[in-house]
């Protein structure tokens, strides 16, 4: 561990459940001198789905995939200057790092074997869609060396607790 403080991964990518997640270890859980590295794992598949990819007839010219690596590369840029810049504005220090991953909860695991405590939103969404596509909360829980706190964001649940369904 660097320095005194507690090493904290925050999994984030700028979705509203990771914003709150962030907020939420702000106001309950930030002290000085904790370290706190926000991990974006950017997906390739978000490209791949582009309206660019599916509607180009050169898929497989060099020319074209390169292109479309140079847009992705400075839109994650993009991303984490705006992610570092609401690390500054919430009056953390600390980091943004972008890990290259198959899947986000592996990239985000990548980042955790200094951490003391690993951070993440939850979409909220349902058991069945959860049990069928995996979450990347349930992933890190699992597989995490240190704790793991997945903040829920509150419109997933009525006055009583009681999860919404998911749309």
Known sequence: MAGEGTNVVIAY???EHSEYALEWYVKNMHKPGNHVTLVHVPELNDMLHS???ANSV???DREVLEAMLKDEQKRIQKDLEKFAEKL???GLGGKVKSVA???PGEGILKECEHANV???GSRGVGAVRRTLMGSVSDYIVHHCHCPVLV???PKHFHLHGQQE???
Do not use: I, P
């Open 118 to 120: 690993v951070v993440v």
């Open 51 to 53: 309206t660019r990819w």
């Open 151 to 153: 903040v829920k964001h």
């Open 88 to 90: 500054k504005s919430l």
């Open 58 to 60: 050169y898929v497989f």
């Open 101 to 103: 991953a198959a899947r």
């Open 165 to 167: 369904k998911a749309e």
């Open 13 to 15: 990518d700028g979705s």
